[in-house]
C-alpha cells in the first residue's frame, strides 16, 4: 500500500501533469495553485538557467544562430502537451499574418539572445532580459492605448532606473554585446505585444503551438548560411540545451496556467541566482557590483508591476493578459489570460 489514492495515482506529480503525462488536472486556486505554481517556477528557472549556460560551451564550435535552431527544433516537442489536450484543431491560424510576423520576430529576438548569451557574461545578460516586461507594458501603454496607473509607472521608472544601473551611460561603454542583449529585451516586449493582439482572435493553446511550428523552418534559415555538423564531443550538450529549454518553457507555461502571475513572478528571478553560480562555476563569470544592483532593482519594480498588474485584472470586468516574466529570451511562451 502506497496510500495515494486512485485519483492521485491518475493525476500524476506536479511536473507529469505539466509536461502533459499526467491527466492535466490540478489545483484549482487557493494555497495549493500557488505553491504548485511556486515549484513549477522554480523547476523552469533551473531548467532555463542550464539551458542558458550551454550556448558559451557550444559558440567556440557551434555559431548561436545554430544553437538557436537547435533549441527551437527541439522545441517542437512542446506541441505535445497541448496537441494531447486539444487535438490537430489546434493548428488552425484565424490570423495567419499575424502568426507570420510575431514568429520573424521571435526569431531574430532568439537569435539576438543566443549571439548576446555567447558575447557576454550571463548574470548580465539575463539581468538585462528582465527588463522586457517593463518594454512591454511602456510600449502598450503608448501603441495600444492601455490605461497605466501612477504607480505602475512608477514601478517601471524604477526598473528602468536599474536598468541604468547595470549600463551606467557615460561611466561604462556600451558593448556590442550588451546592445544586442538589450535589442533581444526590445524583441521580447515586441512578442508579449503581438501575443495580446492574437489572443483577441486565437486560443492561448494556438497560439503557443504556432509560434513554434512557424519559427522552427524561420530560425534555420538564419543558421543556415553558418550551420556546421557539431562534434560528436558537443552533442550531449546541444542536446541537453534543447531539452532543458524545453522543460523550462513547459514548466513556465503550466506555472502561469495554474497559479497568478503575481504569485510566481518573485521566483523566476531565482534565475538570476542559477545562472550566476553557472557562470561563476564553469566560465568563472562574477557579476560586477552594479549589475547585482541593478538587477535588484529591476526585480523589485518588476514583481511590484506585477501585482498591480494583477489588481487591476480583478478589478476588470473582463480577463486581462498578464505579462509573463521573460523565459530567458525564450518568446514562445505566451501569456495566459486568467480571470
Request: charged share 15%.
Amino acid at each position: 500500500m502506497t496510500g495515494r489514492t486512485p485519483q492521485a495515482a491518475r493525476r500524476g506529480g506536479v511536473i507529469t501533469r505539466a509536461i502533459g503525462l499526467g491527466d492535466g488536472s490540478g489545483p484549482r486556486g487557493g494555497a495549493a495553485a500557488t505553491a504548485e505554481g511556486a515549484m513549477l517556477m522554480v523547476a523552469s528557472t533551473f531548467f532555463l538557467a542550464g539551458s542558458n549556460a550551454m550556448v558559451p560551451v557550444l559558440s567556440p564550435e557551434i555559431h548561436p544562430f545554430v544553437s538557436g535552431f537547435i533549441l527551437n527544433l527541439v522545441g517542437l516537442l512542446t506541441v505535445w502537451p497541448w496537441l494531447r489536450r486539444e487535438g490537430w484543431g489546434v493548428l488552425r491560424m484565424k490570423a495567419p499574418k499575424l502568426h507570420l510576423v510575431r514568429g520573424v520576430i521571435g526569431a531574430a529576438t532568439l537569435m539576438a539572445w543566443m549571439w548576446s548569451l555567447a558575447e557576454i557574461d550571463l548574470a548580465k545578460a539575463t539581468a538585462l532580459s528582465f527588463t522586457a516586461p517593463l518594454f512591454a507594458a511602456a510600449a502598450a501603454a503608448i501603441f495600444l492605448r492601455e490605461k497605466v496607473s501612477r504607480g505602475r509607472w512608477l514601478a517601471l521608472g524604477v526598473g528602468f532606473a536599474g536598468t541604468l544601473v547595470i549600463l551606467r551611460p557615460g561611466v561604462a561603454s556600451l558593448d556590442l554585446g550588451t546592445g544586442v542583449a538589450l535589442l533581444a529585451a526590445v524583441g521580447m516586449a515586441a512578442m508579449y505585444l503581438t501575443t495580446k493582439m492574437l489572443l483577441e482572435r486565437e486560443s492561448t493553446a494556438s497560439v503557443m503551438v504556432n509560434t513554434v511550428v512557424v519559427m522552427t523552418p524561420l530560425t534555420l534559415l538564419t543558421a543556415l548560411p553558418v550551420i556546421s555538423v557539431p562534434p560528436g564531443s558537443l552533442l550531449p550538450a546541444a542536446l541537453a540545451m534543447g531539452v532543458l529549454g524545453t522543460l523550462g518553457r513547459v514548466l513556465l507555461t503550466r506555472a502561469l496556467e495554474v497559479a497568478d502571475t503575481s504569485s510566481v513572478m518573485p521566483f523566476d528571478f531565482g534565475r538570476l541566482v542559477f545562472i550566476a553560480l553557472l557562470g561563476f562555476v564553469f566560465f568563472d563569470q562574477t557579476p560586477d557590483l552594479w549589475t547585482c544592483i541593478g538587477s535588484a532593482i529591476i526585480a523589485a519594480s518588476a514583481i511590484a508591476f506585477a501585482r498591480l498588474e494583477t489588481r487591476a485584472a480583478r478589478r476588470a470586468i473582463t480577463p486581462a493578459a498578464i505579462l509573463p516574466p521573460p523565459a530567458t529570451g525564450d518568446p514562445t511562451c505566451s501569456p495566459t489570460k486568467r480571470p
